[in-house]
C-alpha cells in the first residue's frame, strides 16, 4: 500500500529564509506526486506535480520540488519565504487508477 | 481557468436536517471527488464519480448520499448526521483518474457543523 510521511509537523522560518519541507512515500514504482497548500479554512491549491521527466519541477509563487527515486522523497523548496507562505503543507501521491494518498502535513509559520 | 465552487460556505445543520452541498467545475473535468477534512488533519476520500457515476464508495456511511446530476455537478446529500460528522468538506475535480491530467483541483470547502 502507498503511504507517504511529511516528518516535520511545524516548521517555522523567519521571512526571506529559505525553506525547504520534506515529503517520503513508499510505493513500487514511480508514483504522481504533489505538493498541495492550504491557507486556514480554505480549500487546496496545487503547488506543483511531478509525472515523468525533469526532476526538478517548478511550481507557483516561487516553490520548486525535486523528485529523487533512489531516496523516495519529494521535498518542496522555496528560496525566499514570504510571511504570505504560512500555510498548511500537504505532499500526496498517485498511482495509476488508485486514489490520492496524502501525508500528515506540515504547518509553516513564518516570522516577521 | 481551475476553479471548483462550493456552496454553501458554511452549513449549521440539526441531527435531524437534510441538507445539500452542491459543487460545480467548468473545466470539463470528467472525475470529481468528495473529501472530509477534520482540524489539522488531511482529506479523507469519500466519494470519487468518473464520467458520472460512482466509482468508489470508501464505506462512508448512508447518512452521506453523493448525487452527480451531470458532469459539471456534483452534490452530496446529508440527512441525520451525527455531531462527529462536523467538518470540512472538500470538492475537487480532476481531468482524468489516471496519468497526466490526474492532478485535482479543489473548492473552497463547505465548513459543516452539526448540532
Known amino acids: 500500500a502507498q503511504s507517504v510521511t511529511q516528518p516535520d509537523i511545524h516548521i517555522t522560518v523567519s521571512e526571506g529564509a529559505s525553506l525547504e519541507l520534506r515529503c517520503n512515500y513508499s510505493y513500487g514504482a514511480t508514483p504522481y506526486l504533489f505538493w498541495y497548500v492550504q491557507s486556514p479554512g480554505q480549500g487546496l491549491q496545487l503547488l506543483l506535480k511531478?509525472?515523468?521527466?525533469?526532476?526538478l519541477v517548478q511550481g507557483i509563487k516561487g516553490f520548486e520540488a525535486e523528485f529523487k527515486r533512489s531516496q523516495s522523497s519529494f521535498n518542496l523548496r522555496k528560496p525566499s519565504v514570504h510571511w504570505s507562505d504560512a500555510a498548511e503543507y500537504f505532499c500526496a501521491v498517485a498511482s495509476r487508477g488508485q486514489n490520492f494518498v496524502f501525508g500528515p502535513g506540515t504547518r509553516l509559520s513564518v516570522l516577521p | 481557468d481551475t476553479e471548483v465552487t462550493q456552496t454553501p460556505k458554511h452549513l449549521v445543520m440539526g441531527m435531524t436536517n437534510k441538507k445539500s452541498l452542491k459543487c460545480e467545475q467548468h473545466?470539463?473535468?470528467?472525475?470529481m471527488y468528495w473529501y472530509k477534512q477534520k482540524a489539522k488533519k488531511p482529506p479523507e476520500l469519500m466519494f470519487v464519480y468518473s464520467y458520472e457515476k460512482l466509482s468508489i464508495n470508501e464505506s462512508v456511511p448512508s447518512r452521506f448520499s453523493p448525487e452527480c446530476p451531470n458532469s459539471s455537478l456534483l452534490n452530496l446529500h446529508l440527512h441525520a448526521l451525527q455531531p462527529e460528522d462536523s467538518a470540512l468538506y472538500l470538492c475537487a475535480s480532476s481531468q482524468g483518474v489516471r496519468g497526466q491530467g490526474y492532478e485535482q483541483y479543489f473548492g473552497p470547502g463547505t465548513r459543516l457543523t452539526v448540532t
Open positions: 511531478y509525472f515523468s521527466g525533469d526532476t
Open positions: 473545466m470539463g473535468h470528467r472525475a
